[in-house]
């Protein structure tokens, strides 16, 4: 290894290495599939003419995503989470929330950022094959939780 850092570790290197996960045809059709790229859960979903993926299970409690339904909240698309209908945009993975202000009677409802909290991967679409390359981002997402650990791979346990 370089002693001035620049170098990679290999292993980290192949972990953010893109992965094929389908044809852009048969995604567009069905508008979300379900892949794991590098031991990671991932949806990657299709709306409005832009391909999306983020880690499968909500920051929340662990919600299946991919059974969520898309709408819009303030202009941005958003995942609605099935079992407690949390609101994840699928281009920043930021939760949103309504507030109101107590103190003013005629206040509307606005919609608010939690920040982000649903880890978002780059899709690439090359020659009608799509890829997910695992976010590299330093930070710690609130989905992170659910997409190591004991919460890992879900999939084997639903089978």
Request: hydrophobic content about 30%; charged content about 30%; glycine content about 8%.
């Amino acid at each position: 290894m370089d002693p001035g850092g620049s170098e990679q570790d290999p292993e980290m290197k192949e972990q953010y290495a893109s992965v094929y996960v389908g044809r852009e045809e048969d995604i567009k059709r069905s508008e979300r599939i379900t892949a794991v790229v590098h031991d990671r859960e991932v949806v990657i979903f299709y709306h409005k003419g832009e391909f999306h993926a983020m880690d499968i299970r909500c920051y929340h409690s662990g919600g299946p995503l991919h059974l969520g339904e898309i709408e819009e909240f303030d202009g941005r698309a958003c995942i609605v989470c099935p079992w407690h209908k949390y609101k994840i945009t699928l281009e920043t993975g930021e939760g949103l929330y309504q507030s109101i202000d107590p103190k003013d009677p005629s206040a509307k409802p606005m919609w608010c950022s939690k920040g982000i909290k649903q880890r978002i991967h780059t899709v690439t679409v090359d020659n009608g094959n799509i890829y997910v390359t695992l976010s590299n981002e330093p930070f710690k997402c609130d989905s992170d939780y659910y997409a190591t650990g004991i919460f890992k791979n879900f999939a084997h346990m639903r089978k």
